[in-house]
């Protein structure tokens, strides 16, 4: 499906305002916008601005910071409008793209299930299916996770020396290039008999102190929240869901106007703001008392690199804002969210953190032992995070003696512990929008992941909870608890897919050429007459049909095979222990089976599909409170049913119920 034509409708929500819209326009002898200054806001003006075929000049201007003195700044200075073509035709560019690789791709995908007699919508996206892919990938490697038994040396030492310091320590041993044939990916000795050895090897055996190093180390405290920051912090500290977090930030912002603007990418503030820190502070300790000691005690005379006008963007970072009081009373989730960016700015006048760190490494024979100290000298900002961590805190490690690089230390004793080895955690909401948010680190080509790491990730702020909810919507994820976890739906999709759409490599690629047109180097009608080729070459491919099992295929007809009762992808004969039995062709990420005299399941996948008489769609055998009956696969959008007899839908229409 490629439009010759491209045409915007108005949404019925927003008639009336563009018709306002419209006289304005159509009066002005020159238009003024201040669009949000990025591609999207751009080409959001434009569309209207060409949509009713204003011919008066346009100028815009660029506002990223809402105080007054810097809106008057922007105002008196207005840039000409054709300058931001470019951004335009970026935006636009990506917009179509978009639009272009889902529908089709959509399409495509559904019709080819609702052939196997699937229902519903097969949706595939750009960014959604990329995101389906994480999850999917996450729950498969869980699922097939084999636990392997590791091993852990530990010695302990001690000074050979009267006057040096006699408190003893325990080191852990560091695996080194002599033993590369035993450690797992992640540097861990998976050989027990080598672990015995190198354990007996070192027990009461002298060594010297090859490096000590110990220090003070100050940190100074995060940058103010992004939406996604305050997202990812949010659902990990309170198990939010990035929904509510937004919406719950939507209405701090537009009911109370108690934040910034809360849809920002952006965690650094306009120097300008600055200058408003002591209303921002007075507003925070009247609308949360339990910041008001936080408050009382923030130096406002201390400055942080948040103050940035280089890192500002189209919109800067959330944070509270100096109006005093809530319209109404706050409800525990604005409460809790208000708090969190309250802290996140306040920690901003608070001292830096002071850490002390110690390190000691042992030379022992060829092996190598190494012991850490870590401790909180200052807690400094770190005092208003600690009250929303409580009993989360990894306790300081035992301080280490103070020993000079040289000195002799003697084994006192070594010992062998024995872990298994952990799968990863399924992804919760805080983890799989952090995910999204830094993409590049599952992108294994090396420009690729630059690429990545120089835009906004999968999805904007704006959308990643929305994407995530659509996922849902259309039963491709499912809670578990507080975790997120991909249906038998979402894994046969997956399955089915060609990597090249379900990994976010492509997100990189095209972002590559929105900035080549962004800059003028690039040519937005060939970038998407070249997707319309790639689209095309993709549904012409025989890979591009769902769930095919490469090791029969032309050998079997998919036809003659019945299809998973658990994900629906089509069967093959595999022979077993107790003789030959269907499997599904996506094992081993699904196990479904079915006995060989099966080949005819009961609900009508082993066979051709019959077509629907009313919408041609495929007809799936169901079995209702009155016994078996044929329905239409398009259900809810047909409701067409017809009766069963023997196995087949019956010629004559079977009675609504």
Not at 246 to 255: F, H, S
Request: aromatic share 8%; proline share 7%.
């Amino acid at each position: 499906m490629f439009p010759d034509k491209w045409e915007v409708m108005p949404k019925d929500s927003v008639r009336q305002q563009l018709k306002v819209l419209e006289s304005l326009i159509r009066q002005a002898q020159t238009i003024i916008h201040a669009g949000d200054p990025d591609r999207e806001g751009q080409l959001l003006v434009d569309e209207v601005i060409r949509y009713f075929g204003a011919s008066a000049p346009v100028q815009r201007i660029l506002i990223n910071d809402l105080t007054p003195a810097a809106v008057a700044r922007a105002i008196q200075s207005p840039k000409d409008n054709r300058d931001f073509r470019r951004l335009s035709h970026s935006a636009l560019a990506r917009q179509r793209a978009d639009w272009l690789y889902g529908i089709n791709l959509t399409r495509f995908y559904t019709l080819s299930y609702q052939q196997q007699g699937e229902q519903g919508v097969y949706s595939v996206g750009r960014v959604q299916t990329p995101v389906l892919g994480l999850v999917v990938e996450r729950d498969n490697t869980i699922e097939n996770f084999q636990p392997k038994p590791y091993y852990r040396i530990e010695a302990r030492f001690k000074a050979q020396e009267e006057e040096a310091d006699q408190r003893s320590f325990a080191a852990r041993w560091l695996p080194n290039e002599q033993f590369q044939d035993y450690l797992d990916e992640e540097n861990r000795l998976l050989n027990r008999e080598i672990a015995e050895q190198i354990a007996d090897s070192v027990r009461s055996r002298p060594g010297t102190i090859t490096e000590s190093r110990f220090r003070d180390r100050s940190e100074a405290p995060p940058l103010p929240f992004s939406l996604s920051a305050l997202q990812i912090e949010a659902g990990r500290l309170f198990r939010m869901g990035a929904k509510e977090v937004l919406d719950t930030a939507q209405n701090l912002y537009e009911r109370h106007q108690l934040i910034t603007y809360p849809r920002s990418d952006c965690r650094h503030l306009p120097e300008g703001h600055y200058g408003q820190r002591e209303q921002v502070v007075r507003a925070i300790a009247r609308v949360a008392p339990d910041l008001q000691e936080a408050c009382s005690g923030a130096d406002l005379d201390r400055r942080t690199a948040a103050w940035n006008d280089k890192q500002v963007d189209a919109h800067h970072a959330i944070i509270p804002t100096s109006r005093p009081t809530p319209n109404g009373k706050l409800t525990a989730a604005e409460e809790k969210i208000y708090g969190l960016i309250s802290r996140y700015y306040l920690m901003q006048f608070a001292p830096d953190a002071v850490h002390r760190e110690g390190k000691l490494t042992v030379r022992l024979s060829e092996h190598e032992f190494r012991a850490t100290e870590t401790a909180i000298l200052e807690p400094g900002w770190k005092a208003l995070e600690l009250k929303l961590r409580e009993g989360r805190n990894e306790p300081d490690k035992t301080p280490l003696p103070r020993l000079e690089k040289g000195e002799p230390v003697f084994c006192e004793d070594s010992s062998l512990t024995e872990r298994k080895t952990q799968p990863p955690q399924h992804f919760t909401d805080a983890t799989l929008l952090s995910a999204m948010t830094n993409i590049a680190r599952f992108v294994t080509d090396t420009e690729l992941r630059k690429t990545l790491r120089e835009t906004d990730g999968l999805g904007t702020e704006a959308t990643r909870a929305s994407i995530i909810e659509t996922l849902f919507k259309r039963d491709y994820l499912y809670r578990d608890s507080r975790h997120i976890r991909a249906t038998d739906k979402a894994k046969a999709l997956i399955g089915a897919l060609p990597k090249s759409v379900s990994k976010p490599d492509r997100t990189a690629v095209w972002e590559a050429n929105l900035e080549s047109i962004r800059r003028g180097e690039g040519d937005p009608r060939q970038f998407l007459e070249t997707l319309k080729d790639e689209i095309r070459a993709f549904l012409d491919k025989p890979q591009g049909q769902p769930a095919q099992d490469c090791e029969h295929a032309g050998t079997e007809s998919t036809e003659a095979r019945p299809h998973c009762p658990k994900c629906r992808a089509p069967m093959t004969e595999r022979d077993g222990k107790f003789g030959r039995f269907y499997a599904c062709t996506r094992y081993p990420d699904c196990r479904g089976t079915r006995p060989l005299e099966e080949a005819a399941p009961q609900d009508g996948t082993g066979q051709k599909p019959i077509p629907c008489p009313h919408c041609f769609s495929p007809l799936v055998r169901r079995k209702g409170k009155k016994g078996w009956f044929w329905g239409c696969s398009n259900f809810p959008g047909c409701r067409q049913t017809l009766d069963d007899d023997n196995g087949k839908p019956a010629v004559r229409l079977r009675k609504s119920t």
